[in-house]
Nanobody, 120 residues
Framework: QVQLVESGGGLVQAGGSLRLSCTAS????????MGWFRQAPGKEREFVAV????????YYADSVKGRFTISRDNAKKTVYLQMNSLKSEDTGVYYC?????????????WGQGTQVTVSS
C-alpha cells in the first residue's frame, strides 16, 4: 500500500512563492508517474502538473505554465511543486497522486492534501 503525505502549504501574499512536497512510503516510488492536482472551494478538482518516472518529462496546466515547476527525487521518494508568482486563483487544496499505470492517468493513490491560500 502506498501512502502519500503532502506538506508545505500555507498562507502567502499574491506574487509570493511556496514549495510543496509529497513524500511516499510503501510501494515503488520510482515506478510511478506523479501528479499534482488542486481543488478550489466550490469547484471540481483539476490537474496542475505531472512528471514521468525519471523526471525527464513534465506537463503543466495552461493556468500554471511558466509559474510552477514539478520535480522529483526518487532517492527521497519525494515529488515537489515549486509555485512562483502566486495568484489568488491558485488558492485551494493541493493533492499529489501516484499513477502506477505508466502514464495512463490512472491515479490510484492520493495524499490527504495541503491547503494553499493566496491573499490579494
Amino acid at each position: 500500500q502506498v501512502q502519500l503525505v503532502e506538506s508545505g502549504g500555507g498562507l502567502v501574499q499574491a506574487g509570493g512563492s511556496l514549495r510543496l512536497s509529497c513524500t511516499a512510503s510503501g510501494g515503488t516510488f520510482g515506478s510511478y508517474v506523479m501528479g499534482w492536482f488542486r481543488q478550489a472551494p466550490g469547484k471540481e478538482r483539476e490537474f496542475v502538473a505531472v512528471i514521468d518516472r525519471n523526471g525527464g518529462d513534465t506537463y503543466y496546466a495552461d493556468s500554471v505554465k511558466g509559474r510552477f515547476t514539478i520535480s522529483r527525487d526518487n532517492a527521497k521518494k519525494t515529488v515537489y511543486l515549486q509555485m512562483n508568482s502566486l495568484k489568488s486563483e491558485d488558492t485551494g487544496v493541493y493533492y499529489c497522486a501516484a499513477d502506477p499505470s505508466g502514464g495512463l492517468g490512472e491515479y490510484d493513490y492520493w495524499g490527504q492534501g495541503t491547503q494553499v491560500t493566496v491573499s490579494s
